[in-house]
Each structure stands twice: as C-alpha cells, then as structure tokens.
C-alpha cells in the first residue's frame, strides 16, 4: 500500500479552508452548491443534478495489471477524489484495462454508489456495440453507467440510437458525444443544434481554447452539460511552464499550482460543467482537487497569456 494517506481532518485541513475562504472571494457559477470538502457542484442542465466540477479520466492512468504495486497508488488517487468530495470518473473501452481496473477498485466499500461513472461506446453502430456495451459492464462490473458517449464520433448517428435504447431501458442515465481534437467543434455543435443529448466531452485548455467560441456557449444556449478533456494538454502544457513559479497574482483565486491555475481556467467558462484530468499519482489528485472552486472568468486571459 502506498505511503501516501491522509485522514479526513487532514484532507480536509489541506484544501478545504482555503477553498471556503476562496469561495467567498470569487464570484459563485451558475446554481453552485458545495460538497463537504467545499468543491463545488454544477447542475446538469436536462436533470439538475448536481456533479463536482472536478472529475477525473483515465486513458493511460489506469491502464495497468493486477499487482499491488501497480494498484495501491491508484486506490489512493480514487480515495482522494471521493473524500475530496468528486465522483465523476470517465473510462472507455479503448483504455486499455482501465475499466477492468475501475471496476475492480469501485467494489471497495461504498464506492460504486459514490461514483457517477462515464464510458463510451466506439464500436460500429449495430451488433458490434451491443457487444462492446455488455463486455463494458462485465468489466465495470455494474448493470449500468451513468453516462455512456459515443466516442469521438464514430458512426455517431446509429450509436446514438443505441445510447438512447438504452437510457429507455434504464441501463444509462445520461448520453453524449465526445471528441478531442479542435477540428470536431464544429460536428459537435451540429449534433447540440440538432439531436436531443445530455452531455458534449470536449477538449479545452489555456493554451487551445477553439471551443470557447462557439460550441461553449451553443451547449449552454441549449442546456447541454459539458465535460472539458485535456485541460493539460496530455501533461504537455506543464513542459511549457517548466522551472518557473507560478505568479503571485494566482493567490487571488486561491491557485498554488499551475495545475490548479490550468483547471480554473477551464471551469471559469461557465458553460463546463466539470473537468475530467487523468493522473496516476495521489499527490496529484490532492492538487487538482484543490482548483475545484471556480474563479471569476476574468482571470482567464491572464492565465492563458502565461501558456501563449
Ligand atoms: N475522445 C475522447 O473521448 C477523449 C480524448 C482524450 C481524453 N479523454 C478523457 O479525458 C481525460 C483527460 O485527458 P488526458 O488524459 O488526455 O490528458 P490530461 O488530463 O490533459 O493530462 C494528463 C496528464 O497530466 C498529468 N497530471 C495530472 N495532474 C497533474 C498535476 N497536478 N501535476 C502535474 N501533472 C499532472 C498526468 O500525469 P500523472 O499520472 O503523472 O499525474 C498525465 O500525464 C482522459 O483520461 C480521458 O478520460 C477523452
């Protein structure tokens, strides 16, 4: 087991007082409400359920065996993110063992039920993503997700009648579509235009910000919740910002880090609902966790100068 632990007191002691203080100094999102640790919520737009900003994906993070070694640090990362109050998890079928490893990690205590657990279909429409959907289930060992994605839009049209097969037989709660590259945008924002959906996943970060200009607001226009990909740009945008500290001015929204001024970033758009960053380490996890109270959207410029 790894050697990284803190109880509740702790965990709390390190990102919760500032994130109460920094709450009262920061311009509130839309309807926010917090969790106990003090990260804060945004609605759903089709249901109004509330879901913490920060989540956390899983490509290449959780893709690995059964060890111990190769696990104990991954409880640690799922721990954090549920006493820090989180439960959005995002995984795929094409991340290598990373469902078998979420759905093996979810069976300890009451974990599944805290989760709001996210994957995606990216099979051909028809036979082939029925299969794929009954092998995702067998490996997140569940009887159903709470948002199932067609994956960057692959045979997006029948996938997404499959999706919504089955959110009427009550196996998914939510559907949407994803993709991570800027050149989508605009497909993407003909399906919110024209298709009923819950949720768009798409890439957005200080140093690529393409879906601020239009397919943001069209989601908000339209109610669609938004989960932003690649804040970090894979962990490239931390290459960029190598060897310097981080500016005295990112104490006026509470940011100690330059992950944290990446994730503020992204959640100071008001049309994202919550972001998804990927990480392996639990140390991490605690300071993406801390950016889970939301800036005032004028600081983005001034983050996003520090990338360009
Ligand atoms: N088409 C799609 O649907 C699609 C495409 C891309 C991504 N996604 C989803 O979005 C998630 C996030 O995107 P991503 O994984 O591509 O990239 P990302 O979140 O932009 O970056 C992940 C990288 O950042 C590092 N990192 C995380 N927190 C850090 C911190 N506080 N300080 C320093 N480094 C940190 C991680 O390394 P460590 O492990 O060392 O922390 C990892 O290498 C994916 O995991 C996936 O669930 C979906």
Redesign the pocket.
């Known amino acids: 087991m790894s050697s990284f632990r803190m109880n509740r007191r702790e965990f709390i002691g390190a990102i919760g007082a500032a994130a109460f203080a920094a709450v009262a100094n920061t311009r509130a999102a839309e309807s926010p409400s917090l969790a106990p640790s003090g990260m804060q919520k945004r609605a759903i737009p089709s249901s109004g359920e509330q879901l913490p900003v920060i989540g956390m994906?899983?490509?290449?993070?959780f893709d690995v065996g059964a060890t111990e070694a190769e696990r104990a640090p991954l409880v640690e990362v799922l721990r954090l993110l549920f006493d820090g109050g989180g439960s959005l998890i995002?995984?795929?079928p094409s991340y290598g063992r990373a469902e078998t490893v979420i759905g093996d990690l979810l069976q300890q205590g009451d974990w599944r039920q805290r989760a709001f657990l996210a994957t995606?279909i990216s099979a051909g429409g028809g036979a082939g993503a029925r299969t794929q959907w009954n092998g995702s289930l067998a490996r997140l060992r569940s009887d159903k997700v709470d948002l199932l994605?067609v994956?960057?839009l692959v045979d997006w049209r029948e996938n997404l009648a499959f999706l919504r097969e089955l959110k009427q037989a009550g196996q998914v709660r939510y559907v949407g579509v994803?993709?991570?590259l800027d050149h989508a945008h605009d497909e993407l924002a003909r399906i919110v235009q024209a298709e009923r959906i819950d949720f768009v996943?798409v890439n957005y970060s200080a140093a690529t910000r393409s879906a601020e200009k239009w397919l943001l607001p069209l989601c908000k226009e339209h109610g669609v919740a938004v989960l932003v990909?690649?804040?970090?740009?894979?962990?490239r945008l931390?290459d960029t910002v190598h060897g310097r500290e981080v500016p005295a001015w990112a104490a006026e929204i509470d940011c100690r880090?330059w992950?944290q001024l990446f994730l503020k970033f992204v959640l100071a758009n008001p049309a994202v609902t919550a972001v998804?960053?990927?990480?392996?380490?639990a140390r991490?996890m605690l300071?993406?966790l801390g950016a889970g109270v939301v800036a005032d959207a004028k600081y983005q410029d001034r983050i996003a100068a520090l990338v360009s």
Do not use: E, M, V
Request: no cysteine; glycine share 8%; net charge neutral.
């Open positions: 994906g899983t490509s290449g993070t995002d995984t795929a995606k994605q994956h960057n994803t993709h991570y996943q990909n690649r804040a970090f740009l894979d962990g931390f880090s992950a998804i960053p990927a990480t392996s380490k991490h300071d993406n």
